[in-house]
């Protein structure tokens, strides 16, 4: 229980760090003059994404795969079926042509370059099976391409939503900064060492640990940003939020996470990943199912069936 209750408490410091490491880093942006539509797409993007790029950077560096892989899986399962699922059961959520026409296939590609790069056995008759150095530095380059499409879009002017950066003094948002790494380096570290701890002491794979209470946590400031649209009718923003969260885990979080350490092949990997290409693809499905391009209340409903389902799977 004592393992349990620490991994928990490393979800406080690790939320809080995220939050204030975009709130300050957000505003010495703006202090910079940079748009507010640049810092919401990259400034922003990158720091609700933070809980897992730290989390799995320590668990390469201790080598804990299972928690690498599980992380970043579980949490795109858990951004489209539950975010997604919530969001759209709160309220219809209408998807723009890019969202999908782009985005949510780019989504679906990330998540496909997984399974093709993991199975070297089966494709490549190599010895070992893993999402390698090269693997990753793969990722890295198609995640570069993604911010190149992201900026190009920016220029275009094909985003219109508003986006309100909180505007601090110089010294505050560099407090603001500074608190927020420490506070995701600590709540990263506490995560994985209890992570670790809590499932050797049930007799839990790590794999498990890693789909479900971390990857969880580690989704948190995904889930409030996309409710907090939601709420707000920035419907685009709460479905593009987590197709680019999806994007970003596994081109960058994974690309890093591979090339600090490979990530081995390991027992159930291969059909985590096929859930998660399965949801990309009934996402891209569900935009079409009714009358325009929508999400509505029972393919959200649908969503979070299918990740009850996959819980009671998984225990």
Do not use: C, H
Not at 55 to 81: E, L, P, R, Y
Not at 101 to 112: D, G, Q, V
Not at 217 to 235: R, Y
Request: proline share 2%.
């Amino acid at each position: 229980m004592l393992n349990l209750i620490f991994l928990l408490v490393g979800f406080i410091p690790l939320i809080y760090g995220a939050n204030f490491l975009v709130d300050g880093s957000s505003s010495l942006a703006k202090r910079f003059n940079i748009p507010n539509i640049v810092i919401g797409l990259t400034v922003v993007a990158f720091g609700t994404s933070a809980p897992e790029l730290v989390v799995n950077i320590f668990s390469s560096v201790q080598k804990t795969t299972d928690i690498t892989m599980g992380n970043i899986i579980g949490s795109n399962i858990f951004n489209i079926a539950v975010i997604l699922g919530v969001t759209s059961v709160m309220k219809n959520l209408n998807v723009k042509t890019n969202t999908t026409w782009k985005e949510i296939p780019m989504a679906l590609l990330a998540a496909s370059l997984v399974i093709i790069m993991i199975n070297d056995v089966t494709i490549d008759r190599n010895k070992l099976s893993e999402l390698s150095r090269i693997d990753g530095m793969v990722l890295i380059s198609f995640f570069i391409i993604f911010l190149s499409y992201t900026l190009s879009m920016i220029k275009s002017g094909s985003f219109d939503e508003e986006i309100t950066i909180k505007e601090y003094t110089l010294s505050k948002s560099v407090l603001l900064t500074a608190l927020g790494l420490i506070m995701l380096v600590v709540g990263g570290k506490i995560i994985v060492m209890f992570a670790v701890k809590f499932a050797k002491s049930m007799g839990i794979s790590e794999r498990v640990i890693g789909l479900t209470i971390v990857s969880i946590g580690t989704s948190l400031p995904e889930l409030a940003t996309s409710v907090s649209a939601a709420l707000k009718n920035n419907v685009d923003i709460a479905i593009g939020n987590v197709v680019g969260s999806n994007i970003f885990n596994i081109l960058f979080v994974l690309g890093i996470s591979s090339i600090i350490y490979p990530i081995p092949l390991l027992g159930g990997v291969n059909f985590d990943i096929a859930i998660n290409i399965f949801l990309n693809l009934l996402l891209f499905l569900f935009v079409f199912s009714g009358k325009g391009r929508k999400i509505e209340r029972w393919e959200g409903i649908s969503f979070i069936a299918i990740y009850v389902f996959y819980l009671i799977y998984l225990m």
